[in-house]
């Protein structure tokens, strides 16, 4: 197969997100735990402005009942993460109309989460999702991460650190010199952290 000729679905990213979500709350380190807990790759929720569904790329739903027993049962809870596997910069466009996803489906018990990890966030969606409580990630490419922890001073790193996520969240070629591949809008270094924290921040 000429894989240049392979559009990219971003279903291997979304899997692999997928996956990490489904052994966070195996292992009960997700706030939303077992039992009742339900994964959804694709999941569809309805839209009473659209009268219709909308189709977002991974959830976590809380269930005050077992979901296996009643498919009409609402969730309680709902955490989206939307994987965005692409090299351009996202837009606050991109952001708004998540938002606006995520409002429609229930404002009240429902957490959004954006993540990519071949582009950027421009600066204008960093500064609406942190107002809007959205959290934004991103993993960068193996050969932006450059192994030099030890010749780094770690209290100046420390005074940086905002300006360090901001730069590696919006700048599409960051390079890291501290060993992180994982940056998020709100501090956290890594996909589980950020994840199991997502939820505390809201309910």
Do not use: W
């Not at 582009?119 to 204008?124: E, I, N, T, V």
């Amino acid at each position: 197969m000429d894989r240049k000729n392979t559009k990219n679905t971003g279903a291997a990213f979304e899997e692999e997100v997928y996956k990490l979500i489904c052994e966070i709350v195996n292992k009960n380190e997700f706030m939303v735990s077992n039992p009742n807990v339900r994964i959804r790759k694709k999941p569809r929720y309805y839209s009473k402005d659209r009268d219709a569904e909308i189709e977002f790329d991974v959830s976590v739903e809380k269930h005050l009942g077992n979901p296996d027993e009643n498919e009409n049962m609402r969730p309680s809870i709902i955490v989206v993460i939307e994987c965005k596997d692409y090299s351009s910069s996202i837009p606050v466009d991109d952001v708004e109309e998540f938002h606006a996803k995520l409002q429609q489906i229930g404002a009240d018990n429902t957490k959004g989460m954006m993540i990519t990890q071949k582009g950027c966030f421009q600066r204008s969606a960093l500064n609406y999702a942190e107002s809007k409580g959205i959290a934004l990630a991103r993993i960068l490419p193996d050969d932006q991460v450059v192994f030099l922890l030890a010749l780094i001073d770690n209290k100046k790193l420390e005074t940086k650190k905002i300006e360090i996520e901001i730069s590696a969240l919006t700048e599409k070629d960051y390079i890291s010199y501290d060993k992180n591949y994982f940056f998020s809008s709100m501090g956290y270094y890594s996909l589980e952290e950020l994840i199991v924290q997502l939820c505390r921040i809201r309910f």
